[in-house]
């Protein structure tokens, strides 16, 4: 079993930064793709980013591509989603996803994925 506790959302004005941080727990962090996944009040849960277990691979989704950047500290159990340059488009809940690396990463989640509990993220205009 993995849990993961997300934290850093809040409200922020349009063009300012967050940083999302995830703890997970367990001692396999090491070996799972981690990831961020995004959901707006009335619309369906999307990919945000994911990075490899080492963190020499990341993929983005091209709404946050060079305004996002995801990072990893295995020996800290830590993911962290910096986000720059926000948008009222952002405003969402925001959830940290882990699964065990398939050695490929894909933009959907897997049936073995583990989900933290979601923090708010707001951009106002």
């Known amino acids: 079993q993995v849990q993961l506790v997300e934290s850093g959302g809040g409200l922020v004005q349009a063009g300012g930064s967050l940083r999302l941080s995830c703890v997970a727990s367990g001692r396999t962090f090491s070996g799972y793709t981690m990831g961020w996944f995004r959901q707006a009040s009335g619309k369906e849960r999307e990919f945000v980013a994911r990075?490899?277990?080492?963190?020499?691979?990341?993929v983005y989704a091209d709404s946050v591509k060079g305004r996002f950047t995801i990072s990893r500290v295995n020996v800290k159990n830590t993911v962290y989603l910096q986000m720059n340059s926000l948008k009222p488009e952002d405003t969402a809940v925001y959830y940290c996803n882990g699964e065990p690396s398939s050695g490929t990463i894909s933009r959907r989640p897997g049936l073995n994925s583990y989900w933290g509990q979601g923090t708010q993220v707001t951009v106002s205009s």
């Open positions: 990075i490899s277990p080492s963190g020499g691979t990341t």
